[in-house]
Nanobody
Framework: QVQLVESGGGLVQAGGSLTLSCTAS????????MGWFRQAPGKEREGVSC????????HYVDSVKGRFTISKATDKNTVYLQMNSLKPEDTAIYYC??????????????????WGQGTQVTVSS
């Protein structure tokens, strides 16, 4: 049974930092593309970042480029999202996802099969 468990969310002031973790069980992150998505109240789910199973290709949504960094630790079967210079508009529930497809552009939720339960990130102004 595949499980993705996110942690690390919380309340932070604007300009602050958080690191989200996603630990997988039932699959190896070396065989899956791993992604981070977010959904704010009243808005559609948005892809934030994803990393290919090989680790040699990464995507970021434009709004987080230069501020967020995705990485993974194979020995821990865990993917991270380091979030710096946080803004109130980053407030959302953040979800981890795993999938077997990789696109050079136009990636989205439809490419990911397994999902975590989400972790809340709240950035105060």
């Amino acid at each position: 049974q595949v499980q993705l468990v996110e942690s690390g969310g919380g309340l932070v002031q604007a300009g602050g930092s958080l690191t989200l973790s996603c630990t997988a069980s039932g699959l190896s992150i070396d065989n899956y593309a791993m992604g981070w998505f977010r959904q704010a109240p009243g808005k559609e789910r948005e892809g934030v970042s994803c990393i290919k199973w090989s680790g040699d290709s990464i995507h970021y949504v434009d709004s987080v480029k230069g501020r967020f960094t995705i990485s993974k630790a194979t020995d821990k079967n865990t993917v991270y999202l380091q979030m710096n210079s946080l803004k109130p508009e980053d407030t959302a529930i953040y979800y981890c996802a795993a999938g077997t497809k990789w696109r050079m552009s136009g990636w989205g939720a439809e490419d990911f099969r397994y999902w975590g339960q989400g972790t809340q990130v709240t950035v105060s102004s």
